[in-house]
């Protein structure tokens, strides 16, 4: 999700992306459960530790500036970023503003965004208002979660069958794809850790 969304803020796509792509500059929203996991996993991997900030998926030259969130040390309000058009010439700001679901759905409504990343599975009544702020810009809603909740009405949003699908493919419907992760996509865990946790 974080490599995704990076992508899309600074227009840097490689030349074997086929997924989404925004051709200006772009508004999005970042989202976990509390201010507390969103710095430290979010932010963590979007911008690096704090007071190194470049050293995480953004690369330091296009992070330009940010503002920290009122009430969390060290936590980051809104982040600014550049973005580059097609031929590599930078041509504005895309912008990523910080939320957690303790805020509640009130503070997810308003404003039009173009991608939300909402990492760990938001409730009903947010992913509702995530929704609405893409309806007219056509955006991109990404949510990575393990169903941890079991098959609740956002999961089946993914699983029309109810089921994933046996062999781990990708599900691409008209509007929504499923990625599924399994234990061969964590090769830096060894085989010891991975039975462990199994």
């Known amino acids: 999700g974080g490599y995704e969304l990076v992508l899309h803020l600074t227009g840097r ?17 970042v989202a976990g459960d509390t201010s507390k996991t969103v710095r430290d996993i979010i932010q963590d991997k979007l ?6 900030f470049g050293t ?15 009430g969390v040390s060290e936590a980051v309000d809104t982040l600014w970023v550049k973005h580059y058009d097609e031929h590599g010439v ?3 700001d895309s912008g990523v503003v910080f939320k ?9 409504q308003g404003t039009e965004q173009d991608v939300i990343w909402l990492d760990e599975e938001a409730d009903e009544a947010i992913r509702g208002e995530c929704v609405l702020r893409l309806m007219t810009t056509n955006g991109l809603l990404m949510e990575t979660f393990t169903p941890l909740k079991g098959i609740t009405p956002v ?11 046996a062999d781990g493919s990708t599900v691409i419907g008209e509007d929504k794809a499923l990625v599924m992760a399994g234990w061969d996509d964590v090769p830096h865990l060894g ?4 039975a462990r946790m199994l």
């Open 56 to 70: 995480g998926l953004i690369p330091r030259d296009d992070y330009l500036r940010h503002t920290s969130k009122a």
């Open 155 to 165: 999961v089946m949003q993914y699983l029309p069958a109810g089921e994933a699908p």
């Open 100 to 108: 957690s679901y303790d805020q509640k759905r009130e503070s997810f």
């Open 191 to 194: 085989e010891k850790e991975k």
């Open 90 to 92: 930078y041509d504005g």
């Open 47 to 52: 911008l690096g530790k704090w007071g190194s």
């Open 13 to 29: 796509y490689p030349d074997w992306w086929e997924g989404a792509r925004f051709d200006a500059p772009i508004r999005s929203w």
